[in-house]
C-alpha cells in the first residue's frame, strides 16, 4: 500500500500529524508538489498511488490521471433527503446571474472557486476574491443561494467503510474553536443512525453538521482526499483506510 500526499507548502493544520499517522502504521508514502498553474508533479510518479491527499485543485489532477480518488459532492445532495439539510431550500444559479436583494448564503458548486459565505448585497459580490486560475468562464460557474441561518456549534466527521470514524468541533457558540468528540456525542449518534437509515454516500467521505435550534443539521459534504482535519483522530482516519482496502 502507498500513499501520495501533496507537500504541506501551505502549513495546514493537522497534516503533517496525518502524514505521521501514516508512517506510524508502517505504510509508504510519497509527498511531490505541484508546479503551480500546471497539471504537472514534481517529481512526476509512474505509479498509481492507493490513497491521496491534498488540495482540491491536487485531488482533480489525480482523478483525471486515473487515480483512486473519493467522490466530490455538490453542495445540496438528495441521497439524504431534504429534511436533514441546512440548505435544503435554496436554489441554483449560474455566478453572473446572481442579484440579490437580501443578505444570502452562496456556495459553489466547484471547489474552491470561492469560499462560501453569507453576502450581504449585490456590491458585496464584487469585493470576492474568486479563485479562477483554471475556470474559462466565472460567471457560468453553478453557485448554490440559500438564506443565512443561525449555527450555533459546527462539527466535522470522517465516514469510512459505512463507519463514523472520527469527529471534531470547529466551530463553537460561532467561534473558531476545535476539539475532538467521542461516540457518546449525540451529533455521533445522530449520523450513526442516519447512515443505518439512509446508507454511506460513499466508501469513503466527510460530513459537517450545525446544530440549529437544537437539532443536527447536514451543512455540506466533503471530498475525504482534500478535507481539513481540525481535531480529528488521525490514526483512526488511516486505520480505516488501511482496512478499506
Not at 446572481?98 to 459553489?108: A, C, E, G, S, W
Not at 459537517?208 to 437539532?215: H, I, M, S, Y
Request: glycine letters at 6%.
Amino acid at each position: 500500500m502507498k500513499f501520495l500526499f501533496q507537500k504541506n507548502i501551505w502549513q495546514e493544520y493537522a497534516y503533517d500529524r496525518l502524514l505521521n499517522s501514516v508512517q506510524e502504521n508502517d505504510i509508504d508514502l510519497e509527498e511531490v508538489m505541484v508546479i503551480p498553474f500546471t497539471d504537472v508533479l514534481n517529481p512526476e510518479i509512474d505509479y498509481i498511488p492507493d490513497y491521496i491527499f491534498g488540495s482540491g485543485r491536487f485531488v482533480n489532477i489525480c482523478r483525471d490521471r486515473d487515480f483512486p480518488t473519493f467522490n466530490s459532492f455538490k453542495p445540496f445532495e438528495t441521497f439524504y433527503p431534504a429534511r436533514y439539510w441546512i440548505n435544503s431550500f435554496g436554489y441554483d444559479v449560474t455566478w453572473g446571474k446572481v442579484q440579490l436583494d437580501r443578505p444570502q448564503f452562496i456556495k459553489p458548486y466547484r471547489e474552491k472557486f470561492f469560499t462560501a459565505r453569507v453576502f450581504e448585497n449585490n456590491e458585496d459580490l464584487g469585493k470576492v476574491q474568486l479563485s479562477t486560475s483554471f475556470i474559462e468562464d466565472e460567471n457560468q460557474e453553478l453557485v448554490r443561494v440559500s438564506d443565512p441561518i443561525f449555527i450555533r456549534d459546527e462539527i466535522r466527521f470522517f465516514v469510512i467503510g459505512g463507519e463514523v470514524i472520527t469527529g471534531s468541533y470547529y466551530r463553537i457558540n460561532r467561534i473558531n474553536k476545535q476539539k475532538q468528540i467521542d461516540q457518546s456525542h449525540d451529533a455521533w449518534q445522530f449520523l450513526k443512525n442516519l447512515i443505518k437509515k439512509e446508507g454511506a454516500i460513499d466508501s469513503g467521505f466527510v460530513i459537517d453538521f450545525g446544530l440549529v435550534e437544537g437539532e443536527w443539521k447536514i451543512v455540506e459534504l466533503n471530498n475525504l482526499n482534500s478535507a481539513g482535519i481540525y481535531e480529528c483522530d488521525t490514526n483512526a482516519i488511516i486505520r480505516a483506510l488501511k482496512y478499506l482496502k
